[in-house]
């Protein structure tokens, strides 16, 4: 069964860093897509970052970044972890929400980015930032 649980949330000061994980059950190359995605209280989810999966990094997939998240955020896959993570940097008060690792087994997800509907959810991790 396939499961993803989030850890690494907490709180820090306007202008510090955290990594969050995500600890992936299953076969990780058999992923299409795997991201980030996030949600502030009283604000719809949001595609933070997303990355096309082992195989297709491999022959040059691509991972995208929302306008938020670029040049801050960076998403990676721990390989001998089997994790899915995201370092962030110069967060912000904005930057508050639960955060969700997401992943999806349909190649279609590659054509759709951020912008497509996955499979598989984990429960959230707090990130809030305080000024």
């Known amino acids: 069964q396939v499961q993803l649980v989030e850890s690494g949330g907490g709180s820090v000061q306007a202008g510090g860093s955290l990594r969050l994980s995500c600890a992936i059950s299953g076969v990780t190359d058999s992923w299409y897509c795997m991201a980030w995605f996030r949600q502030a209280p009283g604000k719809e989810r949001e595609g933070v970052a997303q990355?096309?999966?082992?195989?297709?990094?491999?022959?040059?997939?691509?991972?995208t970044y929302a306008d938020s998240a670029k040049g801050r955020f960076t998403i990676s896959v721990d390989y001998a972890k089997n994790t899915l993570d995201l370092q962030m940097n110069s967060l912000q008060p904005e930057d508050t929400g639960m955060y969700y690792c997401t992943a999806s087994q349909n190649s279609a997800c590659t054509a759709y980015g951020l912008n497509w509907r996955f499979e598989f959810w984990g429960q959230g991790a707090q990130v809030t930032i305080y000024s």
């Open positions: 990355l096309e999966g082992v195989a297709q990094l491999e022959s040059g997939g691509r991972i």
